[in-house]
T-cell receptor, first 114, second 113 residues
Framework: AQSVSQHNHHVILSEAASLELGCNYSYGGTVNLFWYVQYPGQHLQLLLKYFSGDPLVKGIKGFEAEFIKSKFSFNLRKPSVQWSDTAEYFCAVNAYTGRRALTFGSGTRLQVQP | DAMVIQNPRYQVTQFGKPVTLSCSQTLNHNVMYWYQQKSSQAPKLLFHYYDKDFNNEADTPDNFQSRRPNTSFCFLDIRSPGLGDAAMYLC????????????FGPGTRLLVL
């Protein structure tokens, strides 16, 4: 069965600091990869996704993620965070097994201090 | 705006008292999902409908049931809630399935007394 690991449970950064959130998955075949974000009091929404092609994916609000197949990783990055990036970030994977479900990581709570 | 709506946002029930959570969508998506999310944990899929085709996850307890009377609505029924069922319940939709982005509702927080 596929699984997703997010190594950082809680990250605290100052504004303008760079961000990298780790995500590793366990599945040897073809995968679709997602990062979702949940701002305080709001619903989960898609930040970016990777299906195929260029392994460096750009999403909304200046976020990007890089798919490294050899490392089974899909880390999220942003060069300079803002206070408004305070949120919980979830990595999710869907493997090409015919199953339509997403497997989520346990999430990383990002707190950006002004 | 097209969206996924969940009602109620907060639900309090008593131990063993059946409860129904509601989800509706204006996106006209084929697939609707129910996830359970406990505090500080990942959302966990309970089941999903592809059109009228119901797909239950192997580890979803029998206590959880679902109904999809039409494309727009999907219900989560918890027949006899236990204390361990207190959680956030998330509804999501996607157009066709696993290749598609899932769109989430705001969730219903269930408290079991």
């Amino acid at each position: 069965a596929q699984s997703v690991s997010q190594h950082n449970h809680h990250v605290i950064l100052s504004e303008a600091a760079s961000l990298e959130l780790g995500c590793n998955y366990s599945y040897g075949g073809t995968v679709n990869l997602f990062w979702y974000v949940q701002y305080p009091g709001q619903h989960l929404q898609l930040l970016l996704k990777y299906f195929s092609g260029d392994p460096l994916v750009k999403g909304i609000k200046g976020f990007e993620a890089e798919f490294i197949k050899s490392k089974f990783s899909f880390n999220l990055r942003k060069p300079s965070v803002q206070w408004s990036d305070t949120a919980e970030y979830f990595c999710a994977v869907n493997a090409y097994t015919g199953r339509r479900a997403l497997t989520f990581g346990s999430g990383t709570r990002l707190q950006v201090q002004p | 705006d097209a969206m996924v709506i969940q009602n109620p946002r907060y639900q309090v029930t008593q131990f063993g008292k059946p409860v129904t959570l509601s989800c509706s969508q204006t996106l006209n998506h084929n697939v609707m999902y129910w996830y359970q999310q406990k505090s500080s944990q990942a959302p966990k899929l309970l089941f999903h409908y592809y059109d009228k085709d119901f797909n239950n996850e192997a580890d979803t307890p029998d206590n959880f049931q679902s109904r999809r009377p039409n494309t727009s609505f999907c219900f989560l029924d918890i027949r006899s809630p236990g204390l361990g069922d207190a959680a956030m319940y998330l509804c999501a939709t996607s157009r066709q399935g696993h290749l598609e982005t899932q769109y989430f509702g705001p969730g219903t927080r269930l408290l079991v007394l």
